[in-house]
């Protein structure tokens, strides 16, 4: 990215609207509009009237003759550097929605010496001018990118800087005693020490418990920005289609008394109560020499490996009427459990309207998780969604506590742990200071890399806004 070019692109999203927005940001930003623009107030001079909007037209040369045509009345908006969202000068010209009409005017600006913006280049150019941190540029792709309300929220907290604010604090403090540390080592030969070491001690500590809070807000803050896989299993016919349609309120899954119907993952995600959750109703488990429905069994264990929370449905109304029936469900509960002991299973008592209830709840009320529901009269499907609801953590969201979402920062934050648990050791050991020293600067630079306090390499910055949208 060219930091010397005049850019411009398209920031309102392509194809046909009432309005658009091209944005244009860069040294030569109002010597180029200049140009093209034909304000209708007469005298209007754009670099000295900020802050203003300016209604006039667009016009471009045609022929030899460079005879003046309008492409379109526009409406301007000037900001003069710095006060701006890039730090640069900038206009924003709102056109007509014409797709024709916005291709012209970029290329008439193109003509006249701008540059098409690269993926990313208006926040990078924030940043690279001191507008935004480096976290707070990546919030701004997840605002953009928010489909909840939780998310949002998280997206915005972000990017007013709630989070850079904290790994800054951490970093002041263990800047200070970094510096009296690397004070010693010039002082090696009088054998001095600066940095109060007990002080230390109590400082990483601190440090250490700060960043462990962070890190434990991740599993919240991946669900809240990614949404939460939900895997449906269970035997063929206990209703696992049927479950997906009522929590989706359409027929998505196919439903029939035919065992084996369902012989590949049906996927769709839908939002409650502020989270997005992804459902994913899978083949039923079964014995079965048929090949294409075997296939489909290991894929339904694949999604659970890959899902956080299970629903594991099995037809209570067969359950109470067949001892049988009652014993495998237990035994396949058992299995799950034991094979599956990172995921959450929830234990569902599906067709309970046609089932002996008092019978199931004393055959598995044991389970903390039991909901009995009927998935085709939808009796019980709020005390589903209520206990959905429930394994999100969405206390860190209303305390405002920082969540972390962006896996960058989370493995940023592992890493600075380590380097705090390393000095703490050197501290115990009483090693050198040397060594010290380089943990708490390994320390620095893992944190200083989340809000771009360091060199960051050219590498992660392209790779982090190389997937913002172009004009943004």
Do not use: W
């Amino acid at each position: 990215m060219r930091m010397e070019d005049t850019i411009c692109a398209l920031s309102t999203p392509q194809g046909l609207g009432a309005i658009a927005l091209i944005r244009v940001s860069g040294p030569d930003t109002f010597t180029i509009v200049n140009k093209v623009f034909r304000p209708f107030k007469k005298g209007v001079t754009l670099d000295v009237e900020g802050y203003k909007a300016h209604f006039g037209k667009i016009v471009k040369g045609e022929g030899q003759s460079e005879r003046e045509i309008t492409v379109d009345e526009v409406v301007l908006t000037v900001f003069i550097n710095p006060h701006s969202y890039t730090g640069e000068d900038v206009v924003e010209i709102s056109c007509h929605g014409s797709v024709y009409i916005q291709e012209q005017i970029l290329k008439v600006l193109l003509e006249n010496g701008c540059r098409l913006a690269e993926p990313g280049e208006y926040t990078m150019r924030a940043f690279a001018n001191g507008k935004m941190d480096l976290s707070q540029a990546e919030a701004v792709a997840d605002l953009i990118n928010s489909e909840t309300k939780a998310a949002h929220q998280v997206a915005l907290q972000q990017m007013r800087g709630g989070f850079s604010s904290e790994i800054k604090e951490l970093r002041e403090e263990l800047i200070n005693f970094a510096s009296l540390i690397e004070l010693e080592l010039d002082f090696a030969e009088e054998d001095v020490e600066f940095a109060d070491r007990s002080q230390l001690t109590e400082l990483l500590t601190k440090i250490k418990t700060a960043i462990q809070r962070l890190l434990s807000s991740f599993d919240t803050g991946n669900v809240i920005k990614n949404g939460l896989p939900v895997a449906i299993v269970g035997a063929p016919n206990a209703g696992k289609s049927t479950l997906l349609n009522a929590l989706l309120n359409e027929e998505r899954a196919l439903v029939s008394d035919v065992e084996g119907t369902t012989r590949d993952a049906i996927e769709d995600e839908i939002t409650l109560k502020g989270i997005r959750y992804r459902f994913i109703d899978t083949a039923g488990i079964r014995e079965t020499s048929d090949k294409v429905e075997s296939m489909g069994i290991q894929r339904t264990f694949e999604k659970i490996e890959q899902s956080r929370l299970v629903l594991y449905l099995f037809d209570a109304q067969k359950a109470t009427t067949d001892n049988q029936r009652l014993a495998q469900v237990k035994e396949e509960i058992h299995k799950l459990n034991q094979q599956f002991r990172q995921q959450t299973i929830l234990l569902m008592a599906n067709k309970i309207d046609k089932a002996d209830e008092a019978l199931i709840q004393s055959e598995f009320g044991n389970y903390e998780n039991l909901i009995p529901l009927s998935a085709l009269t939808r009796q019980g499907l709020d005390d589903l969604i209520t206990k959905l609801t429930e394994q999100v953590n969405l206390g860190l969201l209303h305390s405002g506590q920082t969540i972390v979402t962006n896996l960058r920062h989370y493995d940023a934050l592992q890493k600075a742990l380590n380097d705090i648990i390393r000095g703490e050791e050197s501290l115990h050991s009483q090693l050198s200071g040397d060594l010290l020293a380089m943990d708490i600067r390994e320390a620095l630079r893992n944190l200083g890399s989340i809000v771009g306090e360091i060199d960051v390499d050219q590498d992660i910055l392209g790779n982090i806004f190389g997937r913002f949208c172009i004009g943004k």
